[in-house]
Nanobody, 122 residues
Framework: QVQLVESGGGLVQAGGSLRLSCAAS????????LTWFRQAPGKEREFVAR????????YYADSVKGRFTISRNNAVNTVYLQMNSLKPEDTAVYYC???????????????WGQGTQVTVSS
């Protein structure tokens, strides 16, 4: 069964940190590329971070580069997003998504989690 479950969101002050988790089924984790997106109120969903095809390379949106880190734990089929130095403009619903091919375009992802809210106060 293809399933993604995000967790770890919350309310944090500017400059703080959060770690998001995306737990996947073994099938999804082994066969798909997991990617983080976010959507702020009134804005389109945007790419945040992803792995390359082999999982060894990572890619980030310019707005989060140097502050966010994507990682994975193969033993528990989970992908993480460590978010440091958070800014109010990082406030959004964060989604984990899966695709068969590496991409930064939301429309190319057939599988999505339910999302987790991140709110950064100034």
């Amino acid at each position: 069964q293809v399933q993604l479950v995000e967790s770890g969101g919350g309310l944090v002050q500017a400059g703080g940190s959060l770690r998001l988790s995306c737990a996947a089924s073994r099938y999804t984790f082994s066969n798909y590329i997991l990617t983080w997106f976010r959507q702020a109120p009134g804005k389109e969903r945007e790419f945040v971070a992803r792995f390359g095809r082999t999982g060894s390379n990572t890619y980030y949106a310019d707005s989060v580069k140097g502050r966010f880190t994507i990682s994975r734990n193969n033993a528990v089929n989970t992908v993480y997003l460590q978010m440091n130095s958070l800014k109010p403009e990082d406030t959004a619903v964060y989604y984990c998504a899966a695709s068969l091919f590496p991409s930064s375009q939301p429309g190319q992802f057939p599988i999505w989690g339910q999302g987790t809210q991140v709110t950064v106060s100034s």
